[in-house]
């Protein structure tokens, strides 16, 4: 099973019956160069993450609506994550866009609403409600990020497609359970919309939507 065919069916609820808010914040979690490394973190999903991520900043920006990046400091020592090394930074696609972000955020844990500056502070002064998270990991920052929006009282929505993460293993023994990425990807489905925290869509479906509801000149 791909993350494109996850257990959760969005065929009769789909994001084009929610109105894509002109001030929807698109959030852009550690889309960085560090995730790239394979011989750090092993087998990933989803390949079309990139270009999926790469789509909805553009629809967010040609159509006015705000783009935040979230950027992950590492704070242990030798990861790749960490401020000191080249995987610190954005991928070049991100890096390319930067210039459009209306906020950006730098956190060392899972959630971007622990991070520096105040994500839900810029959100209220913005008057925002509705929130579109993608990035990586799925299961990790994404997802965390996703829970504690939807807690909050944001309306969220996750795109899937627009998300990857890798194999986990719950600790270094040869028994340790042990689940493939795209497993994590449906388990994360599962949670978020399973437990009302966020709805599982599409990218074409959020591109479509906000490109639907921009005003003509946006559209042209």
């Known amino acids: 099973m791909t993350t494109n065919e996850t257990v959760i069916d969005t065929e009769n609820d789909t994001v084009n019956d929610t109105e894509i808010a002109a001030n929807s914040a698109l959030l852009v979690i550690d889309v960085q160069q560090g995730f790239d490394d394979s011989d750090f973190w092993g087998p990933r999903n989803n390949p079309a993450a990139e270009e999926n991520i790469a789509a909805l900043m553009d629809a967010w920006e040609q159509t006015g609506r705000p783009v935040v990046l979230v950027q992950h400091a590492s704070r242990t020592p030798g990861s790749v994550l960490a401020p000191d090394q080249p995987g610190y930074a954005f991928k070049e696609f991100v890096a390319e866009r930067a210039d459009g972000a209306a906020l950006h955020i730098t956190k060392s844990v899972n959630s971007s609403f622990y991070g520096t500056p105040d994500l839900a502070d810029w959100l209220t002064a913005q008057g925002v409600g509705q929130l579109v998270v993608a990035g990586i990991q799925t ?5 965390t990020t996703a829970r504690m929006a939807g807690n909050l009282g ?24 042990r689940l493939t990425a795209d ?21 074409a479906e959020l591109v479509t939507a906000a490109r639907t509801a921009a005003p003509a000149a946006a559209r042209a």
């Open 139 to 143: 299961n990790m920052c994404v997802e």
């Open 154 to 177: 944001y309306e969220v929505l996750v795109p899937l497609d627009a998300t990857h993460t890798f194999d986990l293993a719950a600790g270094p023994g040869p028994g340790a359970p």
């Open 183 to 203: 497993q994590l990807a449906t388990a994360t489905a599962v949670n978020l919309q399973g437990g009302d925290f966020a709805r599982i869509v599409t990218t």
